[in-house]
């Protein structure tokens, strides 16, 4: 079979753990013929967006991507909103895709997507939606102009060719409905994945880490991680380790530290003694500290890190929001009004048993939900 992901109305970036990245190196280990068209935005060295050359490359999975440029038609400021693209109708014909999975609805080229399967009726087409009210149509431009003029016009247009609109989580779903008019039956919940190691595997990877940090099996390792800005919560997190003297926890912080931050951790820092800033660590190092750590915690914005630390059996304290309640079911904590961090942290200290079979459950959810290998399977249907 042949598949291509085509990642023109979003980033794409290579050597991280994001779907773009995960889902086609699944299907390439299930034995398809995998390509990925792809518009210029990236990270650069920084790990904050930009905008690379067109290029034509074997990624670091083997699997051939196309970097394709904005048409010229606008300035810059406006290609990257409209997202059109030159030759992907032409790619597609060169590789005569089986199935594709258009990923964000949000761009022009869907109609491209949808015009192939038009000329190609035997093509499956699959378009995921990641907006939600948190990341997607904040202002009211971009809401009312972008989201329910261009964004829906575009997908109301290409519909009738795609065969479900894949959500990532309930509030996405939300979104669509609200915004672009979808229905329930064109729907369906497609989450961000992760991959789950095998009980030899996680040992190894939990033994080694937990040996380099020198960590004693004694000790409670929780693990907050990502790009963190204002909103991951991570100065809280550091405020309640420093307001509370707890014996069995230890707190790793793995990522880049946004500069509205950065000052006021370091500062804070040396007077968190259980507290660690371990640096960024690329995708297969995060998941690799993931099977470290007994516990995941995400008390701000979301992050797709939380669905790789249910792979690797961490327990989870995370934000109570819609999106994140399916992942919570006897494996952790939700915080909001009547459940504070620290009185969490407090549970776990006084009490670090508990955390094994909550582990058991996580590594459960993730079979069910999350796993990578499951997600790939469903595009072969």
Not at 40 to 47: G, H, L, M, S, W
Not at 299 to 327: E, K, W, Y
């Amino acid at each position: 079979m042949r598949i291509a992901h085509l990642c023109l109305s979003n980033f794409y970036i290579d050597g991280y753990n994001y779907q773009e990245n995960t889902l086609p190196r699944q299907n390439r280990c299930d034995g398809h013929e995998v390509m990925i068209v792809a518009s210029t935005e990236t990270y650069n060295r920084d790990r904050r967006l930009s905008y690379t050359v067109p290029c034509r490359y074997l990624n670091e999975d083997g699997i051939p991507v196309v970097r394709l440029p904005y048409r010229r038609l606008f300035p810059h400021a406006v290609a990257k909103k409209l997202r059109m693209h030159p030759g992907v109708g032409a790619l597609l014909e060169q590789f005569r895709p089986d199935v594709m999975l258009f990923h964000s609805l949000c761009g022009w080229e869907l109609l491209t997507a949808a015009a192939y399967v038009e000329r190609h009726p035997k093509v499956v087409l699959y378009a995921d939606s990641h907006e939600d009210a948190y990341n997607s149509g904040r202002t009211f431009l971009s809401r009312n102009v972008l989201h329910r003029g261009y964004y829906r016009f575009v997908l109301r247009r290409a519909l009738p060719r795609i065969r479900k609109v894949l959500c990532v989580s309930l509030e996405t779903m939300d979104f669509v409905t609200e915004c672009y008019g979808l229905v329930p039956s064109q729907l369906e919940f497609y989450p961000l994945g992760g991959e789950v190691s095998s009980d030899e595997e996680y040992a190894e990877k939990r033994r080694r880490i937990r040996g380099e940090l020198g960590l004693r099996e004694d000790q409670v390792v929780l693990v907050q991680a990502g790009k963190m800005d204002g909103k991951k919560k991570l100065l809280e997190t550091l405020q309640a380790f420093r307001a509370n003297e707890f014996r069995n926890l230890q707190l790793l912080i793995i990522g880049s530290l946004d500069g509205e931050i950065r000052s006021t951790v370091e500062t804070l820092l040396p007077s968190v003694p259980n507290a660690r800033y371990v640096g960024w660590k690329d995708a297969r190092a995060l998941v690799d500290h993931l099977c470290a750590a007994d516990v995941y915690l995400q008390p701000g914005s979301q992050s797709a890190t939380m669905q790789n630390a249910l792979c690797a059996r961490c327990p989870v304290i995370l934000d109570d929001v819609p999106s994140h309640r399916p992942f919570v079911d006897g494996n952790g904590w939700l915080l909001n009004a009547s459940q504070s961090l620290e009185a969490v942290l407090s549970a776990i200290d006084g009490n670090p048993a508990q955390l094994e079979p909550m582990s058991r459950r996580s590594l459960a959810i993730a079979l069910d939900l999350l796993d990578y290998r499951k997600l790939a399977a469903r595009l072969y249907r």
